[in-house]
């Protein structure tokens, strides 16, 4: 079985992959489970499933969890849902579940925090197969790190990408074909202010050249 210092080398690793199945795929491994789901626990609406971030369960059983998730937010209160933090708990899919071959009609689920969110971790679990609690608990508090870490990178991709009137000023007028000269003269400012608004638009935007940072804006709707 992993062991918990290979786990965190490895997650280590997977911190720049975009995709949350890298991370949560080696916590399923790392706790011997079969799948895992990951939903948000704290907002849940009658949208269903577009609480869940992540899932490798077969759709099925994602559509049958989410309604007893739906359910079970709304039985319990805010107390509760506090106590249940990094518990885990076990309980059974329902007879008519059709579940995938060697797996186990007892599922484990765990409420855990990221940031100021919830969010709710289950495992599918392989049948005849002992489950520790303690590595559940352990994969709850290193999914809370990631998700938190992940959280904190897109506010700042985001604050990074947030150009100011000015600078959009500057890419609209470079979108209609002005040199940085013209654009002085239309905005009012030195040649030299432009350029540091050019260079400044395409360090957020991550283009190379003024053509990139034009088909940035145009895909996003910025001019």
């Not at 100021?116 to 303690?134: C, E, G, K, V, W």
């Amino acid at each position: 079985m992993m062991s918990r210092e290979f786990l965190v080398t490895r997650l280590a690793r997977a911190t720049d992959d975009a995709r949350l199945s890298t991370p949560f795929g080696l916590l399923t491994d790392y706790c011997g489970a079969y799948a895992y789901l990951v939903a948000r626990y704290d907002m849940v609406s009658d949208q269903r499933l577009d609480n869940v971030l992540t899932s490798n369960w077969p759709f099925d059983l994602v559509r049958q969890i989410d309604e007893e998730l739906h359910a079970s937010y709304h039985r319990s209160n805010e107390f509760e849902k506090c106590l249940a933090s990094l518990q885990p708990a076990f309980a059974f899919f329902p007879n008519d579940a059709v579940l995938p071959e060697g797996v186990s009609r007892q599922y484990c689920s765990l409420l855990f925090n990221a940031g100021r969110s919830r969010y709710i971790l289950l495992f599918l679990m392989p049948d005849n197969t002992a489950h520790s609690s303690q590595r559940v608990m352990e994969a709850g508090l290193l999914a809370g790190y990631i998700l938190s870490m992940r959280t904190a990178r897109k506010v700042q991709m985001d604050r990074d990408m947030d150009l100011t009137e000015r600078e959009l000023e500057c890419i609209y007028w470079i979108a209609e074909g002005k040199t940085s000269d013209e654009i002085a003269m239309i905005l009012g400012i030195s040649k030299n202010t432009i350029n540091n608004y050019i260079t400044s638009v395409m360090r957020k935007t991550a283009t190379k050249n003024r053509s990139e940072a034009i088909a940035y804006a145009v895909r996003n709707n910025l001019v």
